[in-house]
């Protein structure tokens, strides 16, 4: 929203005017239905962030599922299937990847039914296609103990890492803390990245009451310090 209110084309040239790269577009989807809009209308809105992905010189387009929306999870599952196919034509063209993101199911509200990687990973397997991979959020998946130890095996399905952290198990609402504060193993999974060979980008998502008190300077200062003990290095 926040894009599409300052204008694409401003959007894009401010970022070339100020040496920085985006490195994705956030988000389409919708394809079950559970935003009130139509099949035909989610893949039609999904088709055109696909070429403003491309506009900004973006690699991917992040895909909410949308949830359930009283539907069977094999027809959701279908729908959401259909909508891919659809759009990787668009993707091919515009040489941008598709990511679903998984969300932990007590968060996951309207925006998806998919939770787990292993969820995302099915479709992409039934789909086949190179352009579709998943989005890899810490909030989300690192409360899975076996995590660390699994993520490196994901890397070649992961079009991007977000980083975020928290001091309790999520809840309906998203409540992200800064980096290294909360309970999350964030530090570790990077590290397991990291000897495993991901060289992808890193995206720091932080929202929710535990990181309302705070600027943006101190949410970029905490972000730049991770950054530099647990990345550039």
């Known amino acids: 929203h926040k894009l599409s209110d300052f204008g694409e084309a401003k959007g894009a040239e401010l970022l070339a005017g100020k040496g920085l790269r985006a490195s994705h577009l956030y988000w389409a989807g919708g394809f079950t239905g559970s935003d009130g809009r139509s099949f035909r209308a989610a893949v039609d809105d ?24 009283g539907h069977t999870y094999n027809h959701a599952r279908r729908l959401v299937r259909e909508a891919i196919k659809e759009l990787l034509d668009d993707a091919e063209k515009h040489n941008v990847d598709l990511a679903i993101e998984p969300m932990h199911p007590a968060c996951a509200g309207e925006f998806t039914f998919l939770n787990v990687p292993e969820d995302v990973f099915e479709l992409m397997d039934e789909v086949g296609s190179p352009r579709l991979k998943m989005v890899f959020d810490v909030y989300h998946q690192g409360f899975d103990p076996d995590v660390t130890y699994r993520v490196g095996d994901w890397i070649p399905r992961i079009a991007f890492v977000q980083l975020g952290d928290a001091k309790r198990d999520p809840g309906a609402e998203q409540n992200r803390c800064l980096l290294g504060e909360g309970i999350l193993p964030v530090a570790e999974i990077v590290s397991a990245l990291q000897k495993a060979g991901y060289d992808g980008c890193y995206d720091v998502e932080l929202l929710g009451e535990d990181v309302e008190p705070y600027s943006y300077e101190q949410l970029l200062e905490n972000a730049k310090q991770f950054y530099a003990t647990h990345i550039a290095n």
């Open 46 to 69: 999904a088709r055109e962030a696909v070429r403003v992905t491309a506009d900004l010189g973006a690699s991917c387009l992040v895909l909410f599922s949308g949830a359930r929306a």
